[in-house]
């Protein structure tokens, strides 16, 4: 049965999901939003061996042990059989620095050697098409084999490959290399495969050394951010939610989502966390990205998401031959909540920019120039803060003033006013901070909720959302401002299941929510560890728990079941990986 006990390997052109057993059940090329060549993740349950694998299988094993190399996305899987055979398999995309440039081919690289006995392995290559309705056509080379398609792979390897082709057990005296992907490679296989493993590794040790990691949780925030990293697309600086489309949020749920998008609100999340580690040039790339697709278009509005490249995103659409993650479909193309208004995005897109205005040392520093091309989504902000939209859960039903919305609209004026008087903008400053104080005036006034003693998901309504545990992070209110404790309080009682926190509980367009909306929790830590004093124990000994939940590789999903801390929906989540680097920041000194 499919879980998703998995590990990501990439390199910001492509990432790969790979199983317990060293199969690659997950893969996109050329690119994270691409036909799925490797998608059994969602091929259902009931046709196990379609078209979208790549295996490497030891003959007769019983025991398999998989780690990630310290500090990289270099995952290291060790099979081993009954007579005292075994391999290792070693899988990465390579990621170095050459020529002054950032190589990230479209290639993911195996590699297999044996280390005890005479293993016997099989190896299982059948790249798909078209969404999984077909296997690509192949023919041999003389150290490759090559699939058709609009864009044609290769496997390039030093292992026989008719032996390949006909899924023959043979035997491994030797290190195997394995390079697939779209290019051509001249030279011996074998030590290309080596040279790019060891520039990958080096590069991934120094990036992680270069990090300031809270060290009490180091290899969890490590983990996290180099997670974040390989969600970033180098070549726009977009930054995608997940790797996945379409796991459930929940069994048979139907909320079935495509999440190899860059929404504005996700990717501010990731760079601001990414920041809290000194990791600012992740920041540089995507605002760059943001900032090209507002200014391509009259008085810079945002979208609410945006395809990698920088376009629009596809109609939403059924892929009809994949059966979905344990045959729980649809599998969905596109995503059907970029026809919608989100009004947050504004203050998520000023937000972005925080750490350049803030760090002296960042490699694109905030100046005038950027504050000015920042203003737009402030007079965006102005005109939105009070009209009605999806919200950041994208409900799919009527439209309300969603106080999170609202929020984050006085976000976005409140930080243009911070931005000028940092630049000693003094006209400036005073213009948007009369009009912060305008949308701060009309939350309280038409979000709080007396009879509650909390603020309510919009506007003159009676329902809570989680998402308001943000207020104290983002500088709306104080942690021990009697209101934010008051909504606290509401929360644990209305939104608190055993130890962990749903977005909302009322009724949408697919029923209730069923399991927990795993960064609703990391915003409860959060918001218990700016309380302090008893509170701020609390929050560690959860934070605790919920790491616990994490996957044997330290990643996490976007949803988890209270119950039995089983992992559910897109994985792995952008938001959830960004939230552990934000509990541990909030939770250390």
């Known amino acids: 049965m499919s879980s998703l006990d998995l590990a990501l390997v990439g390199n910001g052109a492509i990432g790969a999901l790979i199983d317990t057993g060293g199969t690659v059940v997950w893969c996109c090329l050329p690119r994270f939003d691409g ?3 490797f998608g059994s993740l969602l091929g259902g349950e009931s046709r196990p061996d379609r078209a979208g694998i790549f295996a490497i299988e030891l003959v007769g094993a019983e025991r398999i042990e998989q780690q990630y190399v310290t500090d990289t996305p270099i995952l290291v899987t060790r099979c081993y059989d009954k007579r005292g055979g075994g391999i290792e398999i070693t899988d990465f995309c390579p990621r170095f620095d050459k020529g002054g440039n950032l190589f990230c081919p479209t290639m993911l690289v195996r590699q297999v050697r044996p280390i005890g006995g005479k293993p016997e392995i099989v190896v299982r290559v059948t790249p798909a098409a078209d969404y999984g309705c077909r296997q690509r056509e192949h023919a041999l080379g003389p150290n490759h084999i090559s699939y058709a398609g609009d864009h044609a792979l290769r496997l390039t390897t030093n292992a026989p490959t008719e032996v390949i082709v006909d899924k023959a057990p043979f035997h491994v005296a030797q ?44 290899d969890a925030a490590v983990r996290a951010a180099i997670t974040l990293q390989l969600n970033v697309y180098e070549e726009t600086g977009a930054i995608i939610a997940a790797m996945t489309t379409s796991i459930p949020e929940a069994p ?10 860059c929404w504005p609100r996700d990717a501010c999340f990731v760079v601001n966390a990414l920041s809290r580690l000194g990791e600012t040039r992740t920041t540089g790339q995507y605002l760059a990205f ?6 391509s278009t009259v008085d810079a509005p945002l979208a609410t998401m945006y395809s990698i490249d920088g376009g629009p995103i596809p109609e939403e659409h059924d892929a009809e031959c994949l059966g979905g993650f344990r045959g729980m479909g649809p599998v969905r193309i596109g995503n059907k909540a970029s026809e919608q208004q989100q009004n947050d995005v504004y203050g998520e897109a000023v937000l972005t920019a925080e750490a350049l205005f803030a760090n002296p040392r960042a490699g694109w520093v905030g100046d ?39 929020l ?65 992070r983002l500088g709306f209110l104080a942690a021990d401002d009697s209101r934010f404790v ?20 009322e009724r949408d367009d697919f029923g209730y929510p069923e399991n927990a909306f795993l960064v609703c929790t990391f915003w409860y830590i959060e918001a218990l560890a700016a309380m302090g004093g008893a509170r701020r124990q609390e929050a560690r000994v959860l934070f605790e728990k919920v790491l616990s939940a994490r996957n044997r590789h330290g990643l996490l999903a976007e949803d988890l079941d209270p119950r039995t801390l089983e992992q559910w929906g897109n994985f792995p989540q952008t938001y959830c990986m960004a939230g552990i680097i934000d509990c541990a920041v909030a939770l250390t000194g």
Request: proline share 3%.
């Open 175 to 218: 290190t195997l290399t394995f390079l697939f992907g779209i290019d051509e490679h001249a030279g011996d296989v074998t030590s290309v495969g080596a040279n790019l493993l060891e520039q990958t590794e080096r590069y991934w040790r120094f990036w992680a050394r270069s990090l300031k990691v809270p060290e009490e949780w180091r």
């Open 290 to 295: 943001l900032l090209a697709r507002a200014e």
């Open 252 to 261: 048979n749920s139907k909320r079935n989502w495509d999440y190899r998008y």
């Open 368 to 406: 005038e120039a950027l504050l000015k091309r920042l203003e737009p989504f402030g007079h965006h902000a102005v005109r939105l803060h009070d009209v009605p939209d999806a919200g950041l859960w994208e409900l799919r039903g009527a439209a309300r003033v969603h106080t999170f919305s609202s």
């Open 486 to 505: 008051g909504t606290v309080a509401a929360i644990e009682s209305q939104l608190k299941h055993g130890d962990f926190v749903y977005r909302y509980i």
């Open 408 to 472: 984050m609209c006085w976000v976005a004026c409140d930080r243009l006013a911070k931005y000028a008087d940092q630049l000693k903008l003094v006209d400036r400053a005073n213009y948007w901070r009369l009009r912060a104080e305008s949308i701060r005036e009309v939350i309280f006034r038409r979000s709080w909720n007396a009879k509650l003693n909390a603020f309510t998901a919009a506007m003159e309504g009676d329902s809570l959302d989680a998402s308001l545990l943000l207020m104290p």
């Open 35 to 37: 036909d799925p060549v």
